[in-house]
């Protein structure tokens, strides 16, 4: 079994940063692709921004140039750099990370989210 933990959420005021983590656990054996997503109350769960075990990288456009993803592959961990923070990025944020476990099944798993609320 893989275990997503995230922190780093909170409240902010528009202008200001904030840095989610993710870090897996468990039964694992490669971490391919890792991610981060985002749902707003009332809207669909959207990518916020990827990076790939190759350290290839991918944003969305409303966040292209504010936002920073990184891995730390020592720690089975993602990383969001948040800055420039706008009310509309106020969203519970999800990891998701692709695990191939110890006894080689390929999975997608998802953080438990936490709060990020921009607001002054």
């Known amino acids: 079994q893989v275990r997503l933990v995230e922190s780093g959420g909170g409240l902010v005021q528009p202008g200001g940063s904030l840095r989610l983590s993710c870090a897996a656990s468990?039964?694992?054996?490669?971490?391919?692709?890792m991610g981060w997503y985002r749902q707003a109350p009332g809207k669909q769960r959207e990518l916020v921004a990827v990076?790939?075990?190759?350290?290839?990288?991918n944003y969305a456009d409303s966040v292209k140039g504010r936002f920073t993803i990184s891995r730390d592959n020592a720690k089975n961990t993602v990383y969001l750099q948040m800055n420039s923070l706008k009310p509309e990025d106020t969203a519970v944020y999800y990891c998701?990370?692709?695990?191939?476990?110890?006894?080689?099944?390929?999975?997608?798993?998802w953080g438990q989210g936490t709060q990020v609320t921009v607001s002054s």
């Open positions: 998701k990370v692709r695990v191939t476990s110890r006894s080689r099944s390929l999975d997608d798993y």
């Open positions: 468990g039964s694992i054996f490669s971490i391919g692709t």
């Open positions: 990076i790939t075990n190759g350290g290839t990288t």
